[in-house]
């Protein structure tokens, strides 16, 4: 299959930051790559330079079989973006702004106004088509501007945190329509901080952190990475914590980490359903009551926060204070 995308060796440098460390990657045609990785690890340069908007330092890349570097135009025929520095025109109404679009794509005029008819009503937008952009909502713009991407229908998309700040149901109003586009076959490089996301939408999951790739496959793979199952317990009573802690925490193959305010527990598990009865058993011979018990996968999150966590206490720069939120987290466990 060819690659839609490849990218090998990308570096950028802001003085003394490096915001890309030398990353390679590959999305093959047709197919879904979600970019993973805490505020400031590099997911809006990758972005921005595949999109033509900015150059690296070193390496190369090249979309949809276009040099980003040498055919740049060619590269910006072939690409929709979307992204978290709105394309949107304020005093244009949504359909307008759409139109708009079509035409500079040289949809012609009827093309360009059945498109944004029918955008409009796939991003739940009908009823705002005729106030001005300025008008609307974080989320109405974020959507209208997604929407602006898909006018004219690009073979690739590169979409940055295309949900961030929408509600729930926009949110999945949003992903039905990025996976009738990846059935249409287009192929999709989305950044996102949701995990649930990547991993309803990605075939393969590259995290990045510092500015480097730090791992990548689909999600069964990075889950199965960080261990198999992990047992969850919340006490009733924090007092009996301890405990509890003390009393199941031989049964796990790793050490326990601590949830929700010192509240649960979570067990990396190698024994399957049996430690669960085991579990139940001694919280019960030692009269401690439970809020929860229970078996779960690994999650995305899970992988995330093993994987950054690592990368940033292999003493990698942790001067940067946009990575704190990953390790508050990280520690909070
Ligand atoms: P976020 O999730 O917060 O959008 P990101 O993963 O997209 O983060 P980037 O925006 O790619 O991260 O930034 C990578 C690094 O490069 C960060 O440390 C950032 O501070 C730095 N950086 C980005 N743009 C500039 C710039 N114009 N000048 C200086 N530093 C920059």
Redesign the pocket.
């Known amino acids: 299959m060819t690659d839609a995308v490849e990218a090998t060796g990308l570096i950028?440098r802001?003085?003394d930051?490096t915001?890309?460390g030398g990353v390679d990657l590959a999305v093959p045609e047709g197919s879904v790559l979600g970019l993973l990785?805490?505020?400031?690890?590099?997911?809006?340069?990758?972005v921005?330079i595949l999109s033509t908007l900015l150059r690296p330092d070193g390496g190369s890349a090249r979309v949809a079989g276009a040099d980003v570097l040498d055919e740049p135009r060619e590269v910006r025929r072939k690409i929709g973006l979307s992204g978290?520095y709105a394309a949107i025109d304020e005093y244009l109404t949504g359909f307008e702004n759409l139109e708009m679009i079509g035409r500079l794509y040289h949809l012609g005029r009827r093309r360009s106004r059945d498109r944004a008819h029918e955008l409009l009503a796939q991003f739940g937008l009908e009823d705002a088509a005729n106030r001005p952009a300025k008008t609307y909502s974080g989320g109405m713009r974020r959507r209208l501007d997604l929407a602006g991407a898909l006018v004219a229908q690009p073979p690739v998309l590169f979409l940055?945190?295309p949900t961030t700040g929408l509600d729930p149901r926009s949110r999945s109003g949003t992903w039905d329509v990025l996976r009738e586009l990846i059935a249409g076959g287009t192929t999709l490089l989305l950044?996102t901080?949701y995990l649930d996301e990547a991993d309803a939408l990605a075939d393969r999951i590259v995290v990045?952190d510092h500015?480097r790739i730090i791992a990548q496959g689909t999600a069964d793979e990075l889950k199965r990475q960080v261990g198999g199952e992990r047992l969850e317990v919340t006490a009733v009573d924090p007092a009996r914590f301890s405990e509890a802690r003390r009393l199941l925490e031989p049964l796990g193959s790793a050490p326990a980490a601590v949830e929700n305010h010192d509240r649960s527990l979570v067990i990396p598990i190698a024994g399957g359903a049996a430690v669960l009865g085991e579990a139940v058993r001694l919280l019960d011979e030692a009269g401690i009551e439970v809020d929860d018990l229970g078996m779960r996968r690994p999650t995305l999150d899970d992988v995330f926060m093993i994987l950054t966590g690592h990368a940033a206490e292999n003493g990698e720069d942790e001067q940067?204070d946009?990575h704190e939120p990953a390790l508050a987290r990280k520690a909070d466990r």
């Open positions: 950028k802001y003085k930051v915001a890309l990785g805490p505020n400031g690890a590099g997911k809006t340069t990758i921005r978290q940055d945190e950044t901080q990045i500015g940067d946009r």
